[in-house]
């Protein structure tokens, strides 16, 4: 119940397309819904955020898409660029932030 | 606004020796976790303290993992005796306390068991 299952584990996405990242809980206490992402050699850094009460959240190109009764939600990344190639992670609270498995992006030029 | 600090970024030690990571967090955050995360897999994690008090340890190997945050600021994490599988980055992070909150997190020290 407290695990966040994500895919796909590696995307690769041609400039200017879009990327998309899945994720699923089952813990219906998760109330905060973050992506993260990471560059190697560095910590994960908040991409974008949402909680179970709005379906979508939008900032620049990225997108969360929320389904709260299939208890699943996902990142959207518009016009893909070579510098989103990074790890993603989804992750779900309260109290301890727990991370899916991460999805590795290359955006090929 | 300063960042998460973390020291060292890199150790290489034997297995069986101990190793120790220091973490300094946002100024004002109560709130302080120690990840460990694992070559190609997201963050787990190993402890979360508000302010100097333990919230979670539930996934602490505390016959080998310690940690304390004394003053409710600063945080040592200990590993004693190390073994192989506990090559990994360390990752500290730290956030006001509250539901929604942001977890800001470090660069993370790489810790190399051979």
């Known amino acids: 119940q407290q695990q966040v299952k994500q895919s796909p584990q590696s995307l690769i996405v041609q400039k200017g397309g879009i990327s998309i990242i899945n994720c699923a809980y089952e813990?219906?206490?998760?109330?905060?819904f973050p992506w993260y992402q990471q560059f190697p050699g560095k910590g994960p850094a908040l991409l974008i955020a949402?909680?179970?009460?709005?379906s979508e959240k939008k900032e620049g190109r990225f997108t969360i898409s929320f389904n709260k009764s299939a208890k699943q939600f996902s990142l959207h990344i518009m016009d893909s660029q070579p510098g989103d190639s990074a790890t993603y992670f989804c992750?779900?609270?309260?109290?301890?932030?727990?991370f899916g498995q991460g999805t590795t992006l290359q955006v090929k030029p | 606004e300063a960042g998460v600090a973390q020291s060292p970024r890199y150790k290489i030690i034997e297995k069986r020796q101990s190793v120790a990571f220091w973490c300094n967090p946002i100024s004002g955050h109560a709130t302080l976790y120690w990840y460990q995360q694992i070559l190609g897999q997201g963050p787990k994690l190993l402890i979360q303290?508000?302010?100097?008090?333990?919230?979670?340890d539930s996934q602490l190997p505390k016959d080998r993992f310690s940690a304390e945050r004394l003053k409710g600021v600063d945080s040592t994490l200990k590993i004693q005796p190390a073994k192989l599988e506990d090559s990994a980055v360390y990752l500290c992070?730290?956030?006001?306390?509250?539901?929604?909150?942001?977890?800001?997190f470090g660069q993370g020290t790489r810790l190399t068991v051979v």
């Open positions: 992070a730290s956030s006001f306390t509250g539901a929604g909150t942001e977890a800001f």
């Open positions: 303290f508000q302010n100097n008090g333990v919230v979670d």
């Open positions: 949402i909680r179970p009460d709005v």
């Open positions: 992750a779900a609270k309260p109290g301890k932030l727990i």
């Open positions: 813990n219906t206490a998760f109330d905060y």
